[in-house]
C-alpha cells in the first residue's frame, strides 16, 4: 500500500499570511502513461464532511478560490494557501489515487 | 443536483454487523462509482470499499474480511455490511462519488456510529 506522510499536523497562522503543507508518498504518483499525478486535497471543516479543493496534484475543483495551489510531481507535494483567511481554517488532507486511496494524516490549520 | 445521504444505525454492539445505506441523487449509480469512506472521532480518513460503475467491488485489504459492499441501482442505493464490529470501529461513516474513477467530488453529511462494549 502506498503510505501518505503529511507535515506538519497542525500549523498556526494569521489572517493574510501564506502557508505551505506538504504532503509525501511512499512511491510515485506520477503516471508515466499522461504524466499526471495522481494527488488529491481535500478540506474539513469542523463538523463538516471533506470537500475536495484539488485533483491531480495541480487541477483546483469548480469553484475552489485561487489562494489554493496545488504542485509537486513524483513522490513530494505542497499545498499553498495564499493569504489565508478566517474561513480557511480547518483540516487538510492529502490522497493518492494512483492505486486505489490513501490519505495522509492530516494537518489541522489553527489561528495563531 | 448531486446529492448522498447515509442512513443507519448509530448504536451498534460488538460482535454485531452494522449495516449502512446511501441513497443518492443527481446521478446514475451505472454512472459512477461510490466509496465508502470511515473517519474516527478525531482521526484521519480510511477508505473502505468501492462499488464500481459496473457493480464490481474492491476493498481496503484491512477491511476485506469483515466487508461487503452492494447496491440497488433502482432505488438509488448503495449498501455495506461490517461483520465483527470491534469498538475502534465507532467513527463516523460516508459515503462518496468518484469522479473519473480517480478522486471524491461529491460527499455525504456521513452518519456517526458508536460500536459499544
Known amino acids: 500500500d502506498i503510505v501518505m506522510t503529511q507535515s506538519p499536523s497542525s500549523l498556526a497562522v494569521s489572517a493574510g499570511e501564506t502557508v505551505t503543507i506538504n504532503c509525501k508518498s511512499s512511491?510515485?504518483?506520477?503516471?508515466?502513461?499522461?504524466?499526471?499525478?495522481?494527488l488529491a486535497w481535500y478540506q474539513q471543516k469542523p463538523g463538516q464532511s471533506p470537500k475536495l479543493l484539488i485533483y491531480?496534484?495541480?487541477t483546483r475543483e469548480s469553484g475552489v478560490p485561487d489562494r489554493f495551489i496545488g504542485s509537486g510531481s513524483g513522490t513530494d507535494f505542497t499545498l499553498t494557501i495564499s493569504s489565508v483567511q478566517a474561513e480557511d481554517l480547518a483540516d487538510y488532507y492529502c490522497?493518492?489515487?494512483?492505486?486505489?486511496?490513501?490519505f495522509g494524516g492530516g494537518t489541522k490549520l489553527e489561528l495563531k | 443536483q448531486v446529492q448522498l445521504k447515509e442512513s443507519g444505525p448509530v448504536l451498534v454492539q460488538a460482535s454485531e454487523t452494522l449495516s449502512l445505506t446511501c441513497t443518492v441523487s443527481?446521478?446514475?449509480?451505472?454512472?459512477?462509482?461510490v466509496i465508502w469512506v470511515r473517519q474516527p472521532p478525531g482521526k484521519g480518513l480510511e477508505w473502505m470499499g468501492i462499488?464500481?460503475?459496473?457493480?464490481?467491488?474492491d476493498y481496503n485489504s484491512a477491511l476485506k474480511s469483515r466487508l461487503s459492499i452492494n447496491r440497488d441501482t433502482s432505488k438509488s442505493q448503495v449498501f455495506l455490511k461490517m461483520n465483527s464490529l470491534q469498538t475502534d470501529d465507532t467513527a463516523i461513516y460516508y459515503c462518496?462519488?468518484?469522479?473519473?474513477?480517480?478522486?471524491?467530488?461529491?460527499w455525504g453529511q456521513g452518519v456517526m456510529v458508536t460500536v459499544s462494549s
Open positions: 462518496t462519488r468518484v469522479y473519473w474513477e480517480l478522486f471524491f467530488d461529491y
Open positions: 443527481g446521478f446514475s449509480l451505472t454512472n459512477y462509482g
Open positions: 462499488i464500481w460503475r459496473n457493480g464490481n467491488t
Open positions: 512511491q510515485s504518483l506520477l503516471s508515466s502513461g499522461n504524466q499526471k499525478n495522481y
Open positions: 491531480l496534484a495541480s
Open positions: 490522497q493518492q489515487h494512483y492505486s486505489y486511496w490513501t
